[in-house]
């Protein structure tokens, strides 16, 4: 059974770092598509980035570009996300998500973590 569960996630300042990181357990995903979605109150869910089966991250979302890094360490099968300058309108709960047809904001993986959520105050 494939498993994804995220960690990192808490209360942070404006202008402070975090990072998220996702656990995948049950299959070894190198050959998969994984990603980053959040989802603010109110709102939809949104992609914020892939990193793609050969390594590189790509789809940042606008919002983020130049202030997130998304990587992975294939020995822990562990996928990351680095935020920085956080601001309040980064409060959501952020999803790892992972599969075979991840490919954009309108086509997620199968599996998808439990959420964790991240609030940044002003």
């Known amino acids: 059974q494939v498993q994804l569960v995220e960690s990192g996630g808490g209360l942070v300042q404006a202008g402070g770092s975090l990072r998220l990181s996702c656990g995948v357990s049950?299959?070894?995903?190198?050959?998969?598509?994984r990603g980053w979605f959040r989802q603010a109150p109110g709102k939809g869910r949104e992609l914020v980035g892939i990193?793609?089966?050969?390594?590189?991250?790509?789809d940042y979302t606008d919002s983020m570009t130049g202030r997130i890094v998304i990587s992975r360490d294939n020995a822990k099968n562990t996928m990351y996300l680095d935020m920085n300058s956080l601001q309040p309108e980064d409060t959501a709960v952020y999803y790892c998500?992972?599969?075979?047809?991840?490919?954009?904001?309108?086509?997620?993986?199968?599996?998808w973590g439990q959420g964790t959520q991240v609030t940044v105050s002003s």
């Open positions: 990193l793609r089966r050969d390594g590189e991250a790509t």
């Open positions: 049950g299959v070894l995903v190198a050959d998969w598509n």
């Open positions: 998500n992972a599969g075979v047809g991840l490919t954009g904001n309108h086509n997620p993986g199968s599996y």
